[in-house]
């Protein structure tokens, strides 16, 4: 029973951050069709962010505001990103992905030129250890499942009871009935960039809090941000958090009864068995044609 207690914990809140990892990739591709293939450069700018800013403020501080740093900069880098190369070549996908895939790399080599190459220990956004269902956790993750739902809340709320969110949603399903009816596409897929460069910054803190900060620690959760969303459906908010818990749970099993060395590789598989038996995925593309 103490076995099944633990498992169940950690599903529950590894599958709260692979939700919030993968949610802004979703977002971005739901209302713009765009597949954003720097989504894991912004988790590490990110978590770099708050690196800097724990720097300067010392102590207990430093840690949430490097949270909100961790939320403005990869916001503002998403949205420059927007303005100054996907928008002028926004027709034409092929050059978007190459745009998203070298600005990627680019974010990559400018942060190990910057800070390195080694792995970096990130503070715990608060330390010691609580217990849950008779399992003594680290309090840290017990902050970061709940702060990830809050968020992934927060975004439901703000996409469909919200007149920016009901814009979103309108120009998800036709960017030229939203035209008609008086809203600004533009502004909208700026909107969007921006929600989801912040989403994807605090993913990247409660990613690196968990292990360690590294140029390239982007890289694995941009492969799971993919086969996420294409298990739960491409550009579905909901199908992305189920998708999410689909794959917390196979990969917890994994490390648990096969081995540690295969952790990652069950999203892999359950990536290529949905293309092949159901490539639309679980939900469809609820936000996008």
Do not use: C
């Not at 027709?91 to 895939?101: A, G, K, R, S, Y």
């Not at 399992?135 to 992934?152: A, G």
């Not at 969110?165 to 120009?171: K, M, N, R």
């Amino acid at each position: 029973m103490a076995g099944l207690a633990n498992l169940a914990t950690q599903v529950l809140m590894l599958g709260a951050l692979y939700s919030l990892v993968a949610i802004g990739f979703t977002l971005i591709f739901g209302v713009g069709g765009v597949l954003n293939l720097a989504h894991g450069a912004i988790l590490t700018i990110g978590a770099y962010s708050a690196l800097a800013v724990g720097e300067i403020v010392a102590g207990p501080a430093g840690v949430w505001v490097g949270l909100v740093a961790a939320a403005v900069v990869p916001a503002g880098l998403s949205l420059a990103f927007y303005k100054g190369l996907i928008r002028p070549a926004r027709h034409n996908p092929v050059t978007v992905l190459i745009l998203t895939l070298v600005m990627g790399l680019i974010v990559e080599q400018v942060v190990l030129v910057v800070w390195g190459g080694q792995d970096i220990v990130v503070s715990s956004l608060i330390a010691g250890q609580t217990t849950v269902l008779g399992q003594q956790l680290q309090s840290n993750r017990i902050v970061v499942f709940v702060l990830s739902w809050v968020l992934i809340g927060a975004l439901f709320y703000f996409v469909n009871r919200t007149r920016t969110g009901q814009a979103i949603l309108a120009t998800s399903m036709s960017e030229k009935g939203a035209s008609l009816v008086g809203i600004d596409p533009d502004d909208v897929y700026s909107y969007t960039w921006i929600l989801a460069g912040a989403l994807a910054g605090i993913a990247g803190v409660f990613l690196a809090s968990f292990q360690t900060a590294s140029p390239f620690m982007g890289r694995s959760p941009l492969l799971l941000s993919f086969a996420i969303v294409v298990v739960g459906g491409l550009g579905s908010i909901r199908g992305s958090v189920i998708g999410a818990y689909l794959i917390s749970l196979l990969d917890t099993l994994t490390i648990e009864f096969v081995s540690t060395r295969l952790a990652g590789v069950s999203a892999l598989v359950v990536l290529v068995l949905v293309l092949l038996v159901k490539p639309e995925g679980l939900f469809g593309r609820e936000l996008a044609e």
